[in-house]
């Protein structure tokens, strides 16, 4: 009996991602509002009921249409060799991390790094930095020449830049004003503007949408720009996990989405934006379309306009990891059904845990909102401004219970880096450690990680997970996954040890490194400190 192994990837780059459905969803519980003073208005978007029959001409004239609004993209980016590549992470493993943001994600997205492309004036015998090349679909919003696009597609570029319809010679340079991870929507403009001008693209109501209504989307899939492809809406609302502990609900599509298609619009049959093309669904047997596809509600993206062109996305925290209430057995949490969320861990120093809150509450209403499922909690707090007090109804020994919470601002990056987060038990995990002067990034190594690398039983070190390429420790040919048993001939426990070793040595000295590398064993290489 042979099985299909299914696939959730990127549209640009391709990146791989689970669809099981668990019990238990780890959800920290963000995404606010800007709060900035100077806020810009959402472009508006009709909500008018969409009627009508659709006939021989409707897709021929969207395309005509909207065509025009849609631009190509084209990025180049520092390649970044990661770590994950060298836990038994790498193929689709590593793109798995890469669409789910995880803490061994890549920081770079993209196509394979050219190996001919070097830094210029770079020594002969020195190690130099790899350019990644990326490329995707937007579109313009406004005349101004703004444009939007995934996250994933302008993520870590140096160079950003769009060609428009009809222009494909010209490529005009863009930048970055904006992006948010968590919808995997940025915001660019063009620095560059054409003389004529430039269309732009109408909103519609993507809380419309129905399964059986037609949608096309406009993309440049393997780089065949402009490329119509039609079909419907398979299903709305569709929880789809895009970094670690939480979901974003999509539109899902059978309209052929493939790589490169990522940023493009998923049109209505009157031509409005209702999606952002993300992500497919594919197989072992395939990279391409084999139809299911993931768009971003317009709704969600058009609600962070305002803090995209800002700059930044501000969001909320509590510090909470939730899971469903289960069907069979609410009565043991003195409920009278199957809703709320079970409160799993709680983050200590974060604002739930300093207003009390406790694994194994059950949280039914959030700020005069009923929580009926865990879902319903994270939209809750979707709305809720970093800096507001809340108050939180929790069931704990069957007793109701309301707890102030005053919501904390989310920091993502550090949330994301397994270093400077805690363990579901509450105890904190070790933090990240720099070997200064070496370019060298470490953390502990765990039990897990030794496993993977296949080392000695009882076997300690530190990791070393990021070389900045202009550093001695890459000329001399350390890289990440690479582990640091002993600096200087004295063992090393993990990476506060390493780190402090690595201090000692002076300027202009040399570090004597003995390394793990998978699969060589035991390495030995002298490095001499910046």
Known sequence: MSTRKTTLIYSLPIAVASLAVGMVISSRLDLTPSSSAQIVAAPPMNSAPITGAVDAQTFRNIAKAMSPAVVYIRTEM??????????????????????????????????????????????????????????????????????????????????????????????????????????????????EKPTSPMPEVKFGDSSQMAPGDWVMAIGNPFGYTYTVTVGVISATQRGLRVTDGRSNEMLQTDAAINPGNSGGPLLNVRGEVI????????????????????????????????????????RGRIGVSVREVPRDSFADFGLSSASGAIVSTVTPGGSAARAGIEPGDVIVNFNGNPVTK??????????????????????????????????????????????????????????????????????????????????????????????????????????????????????????????????????????????????LGQLFVPVTKD
């Not at 997205?109 to 020594?123: H, L, M, R, T």
């Not at 302008?154 to 992006?179: H, M, N, P, W």
């Not at 993931?294 to 993206?301: D, I, L, Q, R, W």
């Open 275 to 314: 999606g952002m093309n993300t992500a497919i669904i594919t197989n072992t047997q395939t990279e391409g379309n084999i139809g299911i596809g993931f768009a971003v509600p317009s709704n969600t993206v058009r609600e962070l306009l305002p803090q995209l062109r800002q700059g930044k996305v501000v």
């Open 78 to 191: 520092r390649a970044r060799q990661d770590v994950a590549n060298f836990f038994g992470g790498g193929g689709d493993d590593d793109l798995f991390r890469r669409f789910f943001g995880g803490p061994n994600a890549p920081n770079l997205p993209g196509a394979p790094a050219d190996p001919s492309d070097q830094e210029p004036g770079a020594g002969p015998n020195r190690r130099r930095p790899q350019i990644a090349r990326a490329s995707g679909t937007g579109f313009i919003i406004s005349k101004e020449g703004f444009i939007l696009t995934n996250s994933h597609v302008v993520e870590g570029a140096t160079k950003i830049q769009v060609s428009l319809y009809g222009d494909d010679d010209r490529f005009y340079a863009a930048r970055l004003i904006g992006r948010d991870q968590l919808t995997d929507s940025a915001l660019i403009e063009l620095i």
């Open 374 to 519: 865990y879902d319903d909690l994270v939209k809750t707090v979707v709305g809720t401004k970093p800096g507001t007090q809340v108050p939180v109804k929790v069931i704990r020994d069957r007793q109701e219970r309301t707890i102030n919470v005053t919501v904390d601002e989310l920091d993502l990056d550090a949330e994301q880096n397994p270093t400077q987060s805690r363990s579901n038990n509450g105890v904190p995990e070790p933090q990240e450690e720099h070997g200064e002067g070496f370019g060298l990034t470490l953390q502990d190594l765990t039990t897990a990680m030794a496993r993977r690398l296949q080392m000695p039983t009882g076997q300690t070190g530190a990791v070393i997970t990021d070389v900045d390429p202009d550093s001695g420790s890459a000329t001399a040919g350390v890289r990440p996954g690479d582990v640091i048993l002993s600096v200087n001939r004295r063992p090393v426990t993990n990476a506060t040890d390493a780190g402090r070793e690595l201090q000692r040595i002076p300027s202009g000295g040399l570090a004597q490194l003995l390394l793990w590398r998978n699969e």
